[in-house]
Nanobody
C-alpha cells in the first residue's frame, strides 16, 4: 500500500521562507493530483493550494495567493509548497492530500501526516 511522507516545515521569522515536500511512495502511483491544507489551533481546515495532474493547473487560497507556490516533480512523485513572505497567521499544521486522478477532489485517497509550520513575529 502507498503512503505520503511530508518533510520541511519548522520555525521561521516573519518574512522568511520555508519549503514543504510531500512524497508518495510504497507503490506505483499514477496521475497524482495534490492539495495542501492547513489547520491552525482552534480553527477549521483551510484550503491552501492544489495542483492537478491533467494539465498542471494550480489554484491557491486567497490568504496565500502571491506568496505560496505549489509545484511537482513527477519523476520523484513529490509535490512541493514553497512558502515566501511568511506571516504569523500562516502558523499551522500543514497537510498534503493526494487524489489519484486528473483533478483533485475530496475525499482524498491518501493523507500526509502533517508538518508544523510556526512563524514568529
Amino acid at each position: 500500500q502507498g503512503q505520503l511522507v511530508q518533510s520541511g516545515g519548522g520555525l521561521v521569522q516573519a518574512g522568511g521562507s520555508l519549503r514543504l515536500s510531500c512524497t508518495a511512495s510504497g507503490r506505483t502511483f499514477r496521475r497524482l493530483s495534490v492539495a495542501w491544507l492547513r489547520q491552525a489551533p482552534g480553527k477549521e481546515h483551510e484550503f491552501v493550494a492544489i495542483i492537478n495532474w491533467h494539465d498542471g493547473s494550480t489554484y491557491y487560497g486567497e490568504a496565500v495567493k502571491g506568496r505560496f507556490t505549489i509545484s511537482r516533480d513527477n519523476a520523484e512523485n513529490t509535490v512541493y509548497l514553497q512558502m515566501n513572505s511568511l506571516k504569523p497567521e500562516d502558523t499551522a499544521v500543514y497537510y498534503c492530500n493526494v487524489k489519484e486522478g486528473d483533478y483533485y477532489s475530496d475525499p482524498a485517497d491518501y493523507r500526509g501526516q502533517g508538518t508544523q509550520v510556526t512563524v514568529s513575529s
